[in-house]
């Protein structure tokens, strides 16, 4: 089978290609194919990494001039916004230490070094911080009088703040320094009301946090180990919303890359997790599909774990995962048959059903947060119902399209699923 321009990319950024010849095989593209490589090189967080292996391998010549000159112009103007998401954090760290917030860096620049070597090679659209609660009201005024406005949030768990007139963040490709960004304030990592697997503890607090440097800036972030079971969290998140950005997993397999034989980090990670079965589990399908499309070692816990996965979730990893993970953003997906809800199959593994007889049934009955989160706007500011391009902005015909054809194709998924299941019952026997 032909591999698509991004799955040759993806193996084009493995780490199986580091020490060997590196081949980037998309010669003959046409023009209009290039435009779609590139839109979906900015929607998965990939163009600087993937301008930078092309310059570490002298490959450049592999893509076209004009591509290399959009890369090298996208690139620019992500110089100038580090520069000044530098500055915009070193200024929002100072007001919460004047404020007497107790607080940690979540993601964004605290990722430097251990999940990704240069700044300048992730867009970064907001700023996270994990507080605790006796310093939400402090961290809450800090941001008011920085200039921020509170906006709506899907999740009980977080505040998101904007700046007036900046808009709200996007996957946008807009990489100048004044592109919107947002300031999220964090009670807890995981909302169990919102991703609705509710037997993840709170793993983290401000207390467990130490100090850490970054350019000439000093500031609380996680330890090791919890920025690793952050990093596998905040993707299961977006596994269950549907998509995720490819960087997020590309990063991770980067941390593995250089980590997988820390045998005390991992023992430390064992230590974390504890005998918690859904994060152990979490741990398992985020990092096998880094390993998947990125060619990164698995850690010897790792693969212990894996061995003894639930069979639905070794199924899911097996037959859908990759697939899954080169789905386009909902947004966009305009395919017959979408594939982005298939990942439904491995949320329904982990996921609280409540009192509901029929789970599906509850599912397509039950607002989606995008619904929330308009029906909230439309209660703090009711005028926003007469603006025409703010109705525009929330793309509704685009997600209704997808939501019909991703339940659609979902349904007709359901007997390989099952099928499939049955077969792996089946081996397990023979294998044991």
Not at 76 to 104: C, I
Not at 105 to 119: D, R, Y
Not at 369 to 377: C, D, G, L, N, P
Request: proline share 6%.
């Amino acid at each position: 089978m032909s591999r698509t321009p991004a799955e040759r990319i993806v193996e084009f950024l493995s780490f199986s290609s580091e020490s060997g010849d590196c081949v980037l095989e998309l010669d003959g593209l046409r023009p209009r194919t290039w435009e779609h490589v590139l839109r979906w090189l900015d929607d998965a967080g990939l163009p600087f990494y993937f301008l930078q292996k092309l310059k570490s391998t002298n490959t450049t010549e592999s893509v076209p001039s004009q591509v290399m000159s959009r890369l090298e112009r996208d690139f620019s103007g992500q110089r100038q916004r580090v520069e000044y998401m530098s500055k915009r954090f070193g200024f929002l760290n100072q007001k919460f230490n004047d404020a007497g917030v107790r607080y940690a860096v979540l993601k964004g620049f605290s990722l430097v070094p251990e999940f990704c070597p240069n700044p300048l090679l992730r867009y970064q659209g907001d700023f996270d911080y994990l507080v605790d609660d006796e310093s939400l009201p402090a961290a809450r005024q800090a941001l008011v009088e920085a200039g921020y406005i509170q906006k709506p949030s899907p999740s009980n768990q977080e505040l998101i703040f904007l700046m007036p007139g900046m808009g709200a963040p996007s996957r946008n490709t807009d990489y100048s320094a004044h592109a919107p960004h947002a300031v999220e304030l964090h009670l807890d990592i995981w909302d169990c009301e919102l991703d609705r697997v509710s037997l993840i503890p709170k793993l983290f607090t401000v207390e467990q946090a130490r100090p850490q440097q970054w350019n000439g800036l000093t500031f609380p972030a996680l330890v090791d180990e919890d920025a690793f079971l952050l990093q596998v969290l905040h993707a299961c998140h977006h596994f269950f919303s549907y998509w995720i950005r490819m960087s997020c997993l590309l990063e991770i397999g980067y941390f593995l890359n250089r980590r997988a034989c820390d045998e005390p980090l991992w023992g430390r990670v064992e230590q974390r997790v504890g005998d918690n079965p859904v994060l152990r589990e979490f741990v398992v399908v985020v990092t096998e599909l880094a390993a998947k499309l990125f060619a990164a070692p698995l850690p010897r816990l790792v693969r212990d774990w894996g061995a003894k996965i639930r069979s639905g979730s070794r199924v899911w990893i097996e037959s859908y995962a990759r697939s899954w993970a080169f789905c386009d953003p909902p947004v966009v997906e305009f395919g017959l048959f979408p594939k982005a809800k298939l990942v439904r199959f491995l949320h329904r593994q982990y996921r609280d059903n409540g009192s509901a007889r029929n789970p599906m049934v509850r599912d397509l009955i039950l607002p989606s947060s995008r619904i929330v989160r308009i029906a909230s706007s439309l209660r703090d500011k009711p005028s926003l119902a007469f603006d025409a391009a703010w109705w525009k902005r929330q793309l509704l015909i685009s997600r209704s399209l997808f939501y019909v054809l991703g339940w659609l194709r979902y349904f007709c998924e359901i007997p390989r699923w099952r099928w499939r299941n049955w077969a792996r019952t089946r081996s397990a026997p023979l294998d044991a």
